[in-house]
């Protein structure tokens, strides 16, 4: 199985990068992304079947550091959109 992302294609916001508060917002809602975008990789992976025929210590800490790694990538470029989506609403409530 091979995953790859394709950071040509990802949408990201244009303009000023944002700051003060709305840029807290928006790294808040990039890691909030990333740490959802974990959960479902390692539910997916805990619901597959596989064989233990070669799993080891060494092989699953390999996958979950690649996992994370994917996930970091995936929410910096924006690949799902969500921190967007989150960032867009919580902006609601700043004040200014």
């Known amino acids: 199985m091979s995953i790859s992302i394709d950071t040509a294609s990802a949408p990201r916001p ?6 003060g508060e709305r840029a807290q917002l928006a790294e808040a809602a990039r890691n909030f992304e990333a740490i959802f975008l974990r959960q479902m990789l390692s539910a997916a992976r805990d619901s597959s079947i596989r064989s233990d025929l070669f799993g080891s210590n060494g092989s699953d800490t390999f996958r979950q550091m690649r996992d994370d790694a994917f996930a970091d ?4 470029r924006g690949v799902l959109g969500l921190a967007d989506l989150i960032e867009a609403q919580m902006s609601r409530n700043l004040k200014g």
Do not use: D, Y
């Open 14 to 19: 244009s303009g000023p990068a944002p700051t």
């Open 73 to 76: 990538i995936a929410s910096e």
